[in-house]
Structure formats: structure tokens, C-alpha cells
């Protein structure tokens, strides 16, 4: 089974901090997913790449395919930041079979 | 916009009991899939859609039914609910693959207990 690894799993930072959480997967993807949730909240879909980078405010989302892997990014943190940050892959004629999803990075912004 | 309406939010259940959680999106999507969110694992998918009448089974589907009679309607059916099906169930839906934006959308989720 192909296998979505996230790191780190918790992250706790200082608000302002620029904060890094990477994602990666072990074969040829068509696309990967970002996603946010909050405690007792629903799901949120921040980006979605196939190669290059996005930006959307203060979060940035990256992917170099070669190396499968993906980071997302999140300038002048904030406490509202603190959530669950999710990587999801669509693997290569996966077609729509589902998404491989991470276990998620656990980030808490302390004011 | 209403986006994905799942209900309900919250449901306990005792066991053997049967319910259906509803899905409906206004966005015209082809694909809508169920997961299950469980502590300590990703989110994994029980079924999933790509068009009306069509319907196929993913990672965890023992225990659960659905069907698409309507691009709009996803529910899933506990059949005689276990104690292992306590979770959070979300329904996500899409565009196919080379529609749109591809970006996901999801429901609020359903917390569902199993007594």
C-alpha cells in the first residue's frame, strides 16, 4: 500500500514563526492536497498542486516531484493558524478511487 | 453556495441498530467518496462515486452500503451498527480528474457513536 509520511507529527511555535510541515509519498502522483482542520471542525482544502509551488496568503504550498515530496509553508504565524495540517495524494491512474491520505501535523501557535 | 450538506452532526447508536447518514452537494461534482477519521490514522475511504449509478468500494467498506441515484445525493448506510464503527464520517466531492480545479470539498462531518 502506498504510503503518504507527514513530519513533523506535533509541531508547537511561537506566534510569528515561520513554519515548515513536509509531506512525502513513495511513487508517481497526479495530484496532491493540503488540507486544514480545527479542533472539532471540519475539513478545509487549502491547495492543490501537481508541480511547482502556490501561494495564498501567508501559506505557501511546494512540490518537487522528483524527490516526491511537498511542504507547506505558513509565514508570521498565528495562534488561529493552530489546527490540523493534512496531506493528501491522488496516486497515478488512482483515478477516483480516493485520496492516500497522511496522519496529519498536529500545530499549536502559542500567542 | 451551500457547498456539502451532511447530516446529522452527532448520532448514537446502539448496537445492530441501522441509520443512514445523508450527503448533498449543489456543485455538480462527479466524484463524492466517504471517509472515516479515526484517532491516530488518516482518513480512510469507505466508498466512493464518480457519476450517478455508479458506485465501488475503497479501503474499509465491510459494515457500510450506499448509492447515487442522483449526481446531488451520497448517503451511507450503517447496516447494523458495531461498536467499531464509532468515528467521524466525512463525505468529500470533486470534479473528475481534468474538470475544474480538481479542489475537494467536504462536509462538516457526522460524529457517530456505536453503544
Known amino acids: 500500500k502506498n504510503e503518504v509520511e507527514q513530519s513533523p507529527q506535533n509541531l508547537t511555535a511561537q506566534e510569528g514563526e515561520f513554519i515548515t510541515i513536509n509531506c512525502s509519498y513513495s511513487v508517481g502522483i497526479s495530484a496532491l492536497h493540503w488540507l486544514q482542520q480545527h479542533p472539532g471542525g471540519g475539513i478545509v482544502s487549502l491547495f492543490m498542486?501537481?508541480?511547482g509551488k502556490k501561494k495564498h496568503g501567508r501559506l505557501i504550498a511546494t512540490i518537487n516531484i522528483q524527490e516526491k515530496h511537498s511542504s507547506l509553508h505558513i509565514t508570521a504565524s498565528h495562534p488561529r493558524d493552530s489546527a490540523v495540517y493534512i496531506c493528501?495524494?491522488?496516486?497515478?491512474?488512482?483515478?477516483?478511487?480516493?485520496?492516500?491520505f497522511g496522519k496529519g501535523t498536529h500545530l499549536i501557535i502559542q500567542p | 453556495n451551500a457547498g456539502v450538506t451532511q447530516t446529522p452532526k452527532f448520532q448514537v447508536l446502539k448496537t445492530g441498530q441501522s441509520m443512514t447518514l445523508q450527503c448533498a452537494q449543489d456543485?455538480?461534482?462527479?466524484?463524492m467518496s466517504w471517509y472515516r477519521q479515526d484517532p491516530g490514522m488518516g482518513l480512510r475511504l469507505i466508498h466512493y462515486s464518480v457519476g450517478a449509478g455508479i458506485t465501488d468500494q475503497g479501503e474499509v467498506p465491510n459494515g457500510y452500503n450506499v448509492s447515487r441515484s442522483t449526481t446531488e445525493d451520497f448517503p451511507l448506510r450503517l447496516l447494523s451498527a458495531a461498536p467499531s464503527q464509532t468515528s467521524v464520517y466525512f463525505c468529500?466531492?470533486?470534479?473528475?480528474?481534468?474538470?475544474?480545479?480538481?479542489?475537494?470539498?467536504f462536509g462538516e462531518g457526522s460524529r457517530l457513536t456505536v453503544l
Open positions: 456543485m455538480n461534482h462527479e466524484y
Open positions: 493528501a495524494v491522488r496516486y497515478s491512474g488512482g483515478g477516483a478511487d480516493g485520496l492516500t
Open positions: 468529500a466531492s470533486s470534479h473528475a480528474a481534468g474538470e475544474g480545479t480538481g479542489e475537494l470539498f
Open positions: 498542486l501537481s508541480s
